[in-house]
């Protein structure tokens, strides 16, 4: 009987660790190249790095338009990141199906910009599966949410309209006939 709790004690024992198995490493600092949207840096030595647990709105690519709050989302990350050290720290799948990177970024001084981003109502959380810092993540979008920040309740900054060519579809008629040259009719200046 004893061999039987100790077997079942050992096999729940088993079965209650699967946090010690997405135990977060943390890396040396590493220099940020490149900020590629709201959600995703350029980093040396590592490549792309997709933030972990949240989604920025997304930018526009081509003939996309960019989502609410996406080009604020990259402008920030930029501010908080661009040519910065930072510390990259990882749980669970070290990538995504994309093949980049998955991580928390943490600046010089300890902020960890995924929150940053979410308190800032510039990106939601999308964790699918626990994380050590989720519960940071959560009270940050519960803060962005009560103070209406971001994509939480102010409108998007709209870029004034510019001068544009209309395409000739969308022009008004001009009073001139687009007759051939053949059948419009001459005119002679006088003979004085």
């Not at 001139?176 to 001459?186: E, G, I, L, T």
Request: glycine fraction near 6%.
């Amino acid at each position: 009987m004893q061999i039987l709790i100790a077997v079942v004690t050992a096999a729940v024992a088993a079965i209650q660790t699967p946090a010690a198995a997405t135990r977060v490493t943390r890396s040396a600092p590493v220099l940020v190249r490149a900020v590629v949207d709201g959600d995703t840096l350029d980093v040396v030595s590592f490549g792309r790095v997709r933030l972990l647990g949240i989604d920025a709105p997304e930018l526009g690519r081509g003939y996309d338009t960019s989502a609410p709050f996406g080009r604020e989302a990259r402008e920030r990350l930029t501010q908080l990141t661009l040519h910065r050290w930072v510390r990259l720290e990882q749980e669970g799948a070290a990538l995504d199906v994309y093949k980049r990177h998955l991580a928390y970024v943490i600046t010089e001084d300890g902020v960890c910009v995924n929150a940053a981003l979410v308190r800032d109502g510039l990106a939601r959380i999308s964790a699918r599966v626990p994380l050590s810092r989720l519960a940071e993540l959560q009270r940050a979008e519960s803060e962005a949410q009560a103070f209406r920040r971001g994509m939480w309740g102010s409108a998007p900054q709209i870029p004034a309209p510019s001068y544009t060519r209309r395409s000739k579809a969308s022009r008004p008629p001009t009073s001139r006939s687009k007759a051939p040259a053949s059948k419009r009719r001459a005119t002679r200046p006088k003979k004085l």
